[in-house]
């Protein structure tokens, strides 16, 4: 008997694998085969090149369930101390976002809860987030900075995303956003504390190897254009890839200078003009949506979804899993709200927490289904791509393989 050529074959698959000009990609009655972590065939079934039985060491045949790429969120906040679910009540008992932060609350609030932990503390308190987020279906995840402000929170919130990496056996990428709050400490000395993230925070982060991108909050209550701007040269002199939360509350042309850094992706987009659209189309740069935020903070005023089509900017979505404006911990639950109030389709939906969001955080070796891509994939109870955004929640995953093993989901 010759010897199988691959360590695993799925069969009678529904393969949702976002490549080629099929809706989704879509293969049915399909077969995937696994070979040292990596995809080694795909195709129909019919077109195997010998019988199932020979070709690999272990069978799966799984009656037409859906195959996806394993899912990947690409923007959250997840590792922080304490929560803000008390400030939620006070607000739907009539509190307003003002008054709040007012008496200390908000992003605040956050800030001291993050600092108060040792390393152990936060990982503890930021671990069950990931791990609903893999329950979900997630196994690259993008975990931000920017609850410290000061060089050794940043540093803690930074290691521990790394890792909640190693613990779960996922990919985090980390972004440092040092520009997200004014420290406290800086309340009168805004170009002191932004010269401080550039010149002493940002420089000994990238060299602890903690940095894989630099974001920043562009915005009225954020950073300025400029402010921004500076953070980014100092990303570009390190070598490192930009991002940006961009005209999410209100338009500071911000979508246009991560465009003219060739930045990976702008994000939340709400108030975005046709220009910036434009600008992000010539630079290849990502439109990361955000519909948990859009939805938690009751906004009315949508992303320009119509302009990002008809200029071929790709789009993505994902959580923004955060205390104050997105707690949400899944990203199917992302995909079918970006359905119901941003009317994106379900394709556009899926390739936004697959292919696109894999292009968002600058990994070409994800998100799709074909040969010689990481065998990251996640297997369903459900039989068609649209279940995944058609649903309102539930549990759907049925079986998990990262990295060509599969993962025992507890
Ligand atoms: N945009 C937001 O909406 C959040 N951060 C950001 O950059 C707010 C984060 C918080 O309130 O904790
Ligand atoms: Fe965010």
Not at 107 to 116: D, F, G, K, L, N
Not at 147 to 159: H, S
Not at 215 to 231: K, L, M, N, Q
Not at 372 to 384: E, K, N, Y
């Amino acid at each position: 008997m010759s010897t199988p050529r691959w360590d695993h074959l799925l069969l009678d698959a529904t393969l949702a694998t976002f490549a080629g000009d099929r809706p989704f990609g879509l293969i049915e009655a399909g077969a995937l085969a696994l070979k040292d972590g990596r995809i080694a065939w795909v195709g129909p079934a019919c077109d195997l090149p010998a019988a199932p039985d020979t070709l690999a060491t272990s069978i799966d045949r799984l009656d037409g369930a859906l195959v996806t790429p394993g899912l990947i969120d690409c923007h959250t906040h997840l590792v922080f101390g304490g929560d803000r679910a008390h400030e939620f009540d006070l607000r739907l008992n009539g509190a307003s976002y003002e008054d709040i932060a007012k008496a200390g609350g908000g992003i605040a609030s956050t800030v001291r809860a993050t600092r108060a932990g040792d390393e152990d503390a936060l990982l503890r308190q930021s671990l069950p987030r990931a791990h609903a987020l893999l329950h979900d279906g997630v196994t690259t995840l993008e975990i931000k900075s920017g609850y410290g402000l000061d060089l050794a929170t940043e540093r803690r919130m930074l290691r521990v995303a790394r890792r909640i990496g190693e613990t779960l056996g996922i990919t985090v990428r980390t972004s440092f956003l040092g520009l997200h709050a004014l420290a406290p400490e800086y309340r009168d000395r805004r170009t002191d504390y932004v010269a401080q993230v550039c010149e002493a925070m940002l420089p000994a982060l990238a060299a602890e190897g903690l940095v894989d991108a630099v974001d920043a909050f562009c915005e009225g209550i954020g950073f300025s254009r400029e402010e921004t701007a500076r953070v980014f040269e100092r990303a570009k002199a390190l070598g490192l890839p930009v991002k940006l939360h961009a005209e999410q509350l209100s338009d500071l042309d911000g979508a246009a200078l991560v465009a003219q850094y060739r930045g990976l992706s702008a994000d939340h987009l709400e108030h975005l003009s046709e220009s910036g659209v434009r600008a992000m189309a010539a630079a290849g740069t990502v439109a990361v949506l955000l519909p948990g935020a859009f939805y938690a903070l009751r906004e009315t005023r949508l992303p320009p979804i119509d302009a990002l089509r008809a200029h071929g900017v790709p789009i993505a979505i994902a959580t923004d899993c955060n205390p104050g404006t997105s707690p949400l911990l899944s990203l199917r639950l992302a995909a079918n709200v970006a359905c119901m109030l941003f009317r994106l389709t379900p394709e556009e939906a899926l390739r936004g927490i697959t292919a696109n969001a894999a292009r968002a955080l600058g990994l070409g070796d994800r998100g799709t289904l074909v040969v010689g891509q990481r065998a990251d994939l996640a297997v369903w109870h459900a039989l068609q791509p649209a279940e995944l955004c058609y649903w309102i929640g539930g549990n759907l995953l049925r079986a998990l393989w990262i990295g060509g093993a599969p993962v025992t989901i507890p």
